[in-house]
């Protein structure tokens, strides 16, 4: 399946300057298969190693940084030849071997002509645990599961995404059908490799949820492998809060649905853990719609959703009937589970996520965004409910150019906002 990260590890290939490259990502966003396509695709040949478990290379790294020597110790470990300009050098799950990191430095400042990609799940991790790093001699970039463009892809509608490309916005409306039928399957089935590929190999919804549910046994065992001991009941606490959390009507984080009486000093460090994991987004509230939204945000208040769609719903237990065809009783959820694809469209974007709430009323915006010299509210409504009193307030209030409401209903141009339907709604950001 194609991944749109894919252009921006050839823009980083061709860079006069180029850095070594760290991709950050979620364990199972399909790192190690996007490096490895990377390096089949634009590279002569490609060197793999993995550092997990890797005592022989630990030992490597540990005696000095000496460039001739490590390239040395890399040629036999793979049995491969390494060429300057013709070899892809693969680290991956680098934080094992934290003195590996330090190398980076030593590679971009005495062999630059040599092209280093690396990986760590919990890369993150390991730098707040102190680990050395090469600060500004390395470049970064962050994988997230199958956004909505790359699960078009993977389904073999190239023609669906051309049309939100070109801003077709007439056929867009006319085949809205078929964008709705596969936003409600990407909701079900979601953005992790895996899932999707099963999907799309077999059709079958039930195995694409028992492999859900394994990733999320998955990142449970990691909670207890690589956390403080101290740290993982709380960690496991917050993260069984999130769909709670999520229910809520105004999803703001509440510490004390997490454990009764608890204290935002009691679970900081659990939720630093699963951000550092990339197993979370974090949505910050700002006070004011002004430029930069980082300078009106209010720290101790903010959203919590999961990484992606499909583990919400697998976390939730709700079927594939409940998802595809909606009842009465999933009506409240449904918001939820929109709001969480549309924080995972705007994070795969780049963007920074944030949301707007009165000091003392009841008027919010779920989301709010920054692009270019633009501040942009996103009213997001889960079917064709095209009220938005929140949004048109603020844009009043404070005089806001541009605004977007997203929701099934198709694209069509208003006074004040722009109804763009969600499933057209990152190309329509990204154009």
């Not at 036999?76 to 013709?86: D, L, P, T, V």
């Not at 697998?314 to 918001?335: H, M, Q, S, V, Y």
């Not at 339907?421 to 950001?429: K, N």
Request: hydrophobic share 40%; proline share 3%.
């Amino acid at each position: 399946m194609e991944r749109l990260l894919m252009q921006e590890l050839v823009k980083w290939k061709d860079k006069k300057n180029r850095k070594p490259l760290i991709i950050k990502g979620a364990r199972q966003v399909g790192k190690t298969w996007l490096m490895k396509e990377f390096g089949k695709r634009y590279f002569e040949n490609a060197v793999y190693i993995n550092f997990e478990n890797n005592r022989r290379m630990k030992n490597v790294f540990e005696m000095d940084y000496h460039i001739e020597r490590i390239l040395s110790a890399l040629k036999i470990e793979s049995g491969k030849k390494i060429e300057a300009g013709g070899t892809l050098l693969i680290f991956d799950e680098i934080q094992e071997v934290p003195r590996a990191l330090g190398a980076l430095k030593y590679f971009y400042e005495e062999a630059p002509e040599y092209a280093i990609v690396a990986a760590g799940s919990l890369l993150g991790i390991a730098l707040h645990e102190g680990t050395s790093f090469p600060v500004g001699k390395v470049d970064f970039l962050t994988l997230y599961p199958l956004n909505f463009t790359e699960f078009l892809l993977a389904a073999g509608q190239k023609q669906l995404v051309e049309l939100t490309e070109e801003k077709d916005y007439s056929l867009v409306n006319a085949f809205s059908d078929k964008y709705v039928e596969m936003l409600r399957k990407y909701y079900y089935v979601g953005g992790m490799p895996e899932a999707a590929s099963v999907y799309f190999e077999t059709d079958d919804l039930q195995e694409v949820r028992t492999i859900q549910q394994q990733l999320l046994l998955y990142y449970a065992n990691d909670f207890s492998k690589h956390a403080p001991k101290e740290t993982v009941p709380r960690i496991q606490m917050v993260w069984n809060s999130v769909p709670m959390q999520l229910a809520k009507e105004n999803r703001k984080f509440i510490y004390g649905m997490v454990r009764e009486g608890a204290r935002a000093k009691d679970f900081e460090l659990a939720i630093q853990w699963l951000l550092d994991c990339g197993l979370i987004h974090k949505s910050y509230r700002i006070r004011k719609p002004g430029m930069p939204l980082i300078s009106y945000m209010d720290m101790s208040s903010f959203k919590i959703y999961m990484s992606d769609v499909g583990l919400l719903g697998a976390r939730c237990n709700l079927d594939a009937i409940t998802i595809l065809e909606g009842n009465e009783i999933f009506t409240e959820f449904k918001g939820a589970l929109t709001e969480q694809f549309v924080a995972q469209e705007l994070a795969s974007s780049g963007m920074e996520l944030y949301y707007y709430s009165a000091e003392n009323s009841s008027g919010e915006v779920d989301f709010i965004i920054q692009k270019a010299n633009k501040v942009i509210p996103v009213e997001v409504k889960a079917e064709e409910n095209l009220q938005a009193k929140s949004m048109r307030a603020l844009c009043r209030k404070y005089e806001l150019q541009s605004a977007i409401r997203s929701s099934m209903s198709g694209y069509r141009e208003q006074e004040w906002m722009v109804n763009v339907p969600l499933y057209m709604l990152r190309s329509y950001l990204n154009m």
